[in-house]
């Protein structure tokens, strides 16, 4: 049975930092794209950050130079660094395996930023 635990959320100021990980049991993460994506309130879910098998990244706009996505292969693990965190961060967020014939998703963790 495949899971995929995410941790690391919680409440954070602006200008704050946090860091997400995704816990992968049941799938080699290392064999899969992984990637983390939010959605707030009201809104459709967005793509944050992804990593490929062999460690190329890609982020959304929003999140450049402030998000790194990383993996642990020996823990089976996938981190979001969050830093300089904005208010408009807040939601709740999401790691993904991308696989055939359809993706696994972890049941998310909230990442709100406030004053």
């Known amino acids: 049975q495949v899971q995929l635990v995410e941790s690391g959320g919680g409440l954070a100021q602006p200008g704050g930092s946090l860091r997400l990980s995704c816990a992968a049991s049941?799938?080699?993460?290392?064999?899969?794209?992984m990637a983390w994506y939010r959605q707030a309130p009201g809104s459709q879910r967005e793509l944050v950050a992804g990593i490929s098998r062999y460690g190329s990244t890609n982020y959304a706009d929003s999140v450049k130079g402030r998000f790194t996505i990383s993996r642990d292969n020996a823990k089976n693990t996938v981190y979001l660094q969050m830093n300089s965190l904005k208010v408009e961060d807040t939601a709740v967020y999401y790691c993904?395996?991308?696989?055939?014939?359809?993706?696994?998703w972890g049941q998310g963790t909230q990442v709100t930023v406030s004053s």
């Open positions: 049941g799938i080699t993460s290392s064999s899969y794209v």
């Open positions: 993904k395996a991308v696989a055939q014939p359809q993706d696994y």
